[in-house]
């Protein structure tokens, strides 16, 4: 048996003869093609395709068999099919019959109907990415009120561990950013202010706008990004590994064995170092004041007494907790959604960093609010 497919032709009175042989089949496509490709090329007024010698025909050399064909008509040139195997005829003819119809054409919608529409996918989407939040939520409610009421099940252990990572060991960046940003904020206060005589303002832009605002924004969002992405990759690694599924069959809850000392531990954790960052940035604005705008430390910190109260210190703090819970919840939620590739677990852990600082943000925007209607 001949499996090496062929296709010879000639031109007989301007009318291309081709004769095929050997075995038509997808396992031969490369070679099929460059022979249906030279038989496309010609230049003759008819085509006869001769397919007695075809030994084996699939789907695929079938429908090469019909494109052939259908170039050749659509040029509204003649061709004919001939010698065809009894045993072809109804896969051929399946072929034949596919495809005939022309592709319904796009209907056109109102730019105006198309912009409802993605807004209304746009507003379901967030309402779907909401769900694992508030369930997360809940479920973080619910283990918490059973340590309460049975203290001896609380991974204390677990807990100082990630109190550690979280916070003595995002010391160090954390006082660096918040001093670098405090001293962005002091050098650009001063050019501006001294156009107006008035860089001794510069003391309360940089002591109201640090502890209000600034400094528990940027720890937030930095703790998003360096401490929400770990626990997304790590709850996500367990997840791929079937370790969660283990806890489960054990009988325990990963809420409550894995995800309540994490929480936890953000949630004391932000609030010490937002006021290390706070400070830090008022150490940053003073040097800079100092170095940069010729004021003498000691005028800074009288200057810094009489523009900040302690309320000032109070909305930024009070801040703190909320927002590493929101991130918390956020980065465990992502973490738990993570599937069985690598992929999932690189896209998850991106969604959960995003997912922070935005809600972060919004909430920042919120207490702002909140603050301004109470006179706070």
Known sequence: ??????????????????????????????????????????????????????????????????????????????????????????????????????????????????????????????????????????ALGTVTTRALARPYTFRFTSFVHHLDRVGLQAVPIILLITFLIGGIIAQQGIFHFRKFGADVYVVDLVGILVLREIGVLIVAIMVAGRSGS????????????????????????????????????????LPLLTFLGSMAALYGGCLVAWLYGGMAPETFIVRLKEAISLTHFKVGMIKAPFMALVIGIVACAEGLRVKGSAESLGLQTTTSVVKSIFLVIVLDGMFAMFFASIDM
């Open 230 to 269: 770990s626990y997304t990759a790590e709850l996500g690694s367990m997840k791929m590994r079937e370790e969660i599924d283990a806890l489960h069959t054990m009988g325990r809850d990963p809420v409550e064995v894995l995800i309540l000392p994490r929480v936890l531990a953000l949630v004391i954790a």
């Open 1 to 138: 048996m001949i499996l090496e497919p062929l296709l010879n032709g000639r031109v007989v009175n301007d009318r291309l003869v081709l004769a095929a042989g050997g075995a038509w089949t997808a396992a031969n496509a490369r070679q099929l093609e460059r022979l249906i490709e030279g038989a496309r090329a010609s230049e003759a007024g008819a085509l006869s395709l001769d397919l007695r010698e075809v030994r084996a025909l699939d789907t695929y050399g079938a429908w090469l068999v019909e494109r052939l064909v259908r170039d050749w008509q659509a040029r509204n040139l003649d061709a004919e099919i001939t010698g065809l195997p009894e045993r072809y005829r109804t896969l051929l003819g399946g072929i034949h019959t596919a495809n005939r119809e022309a592709l319904p054409a796009p209907s056109r919608e109102s730019p105006l109907v198309s912009a409802v529409a993605g807004l209304g996918r746009r507003v379901a989407g967030a309402g779907h990415g909401l769900v694992p939040f508030l369930n997360m939520l809940g």
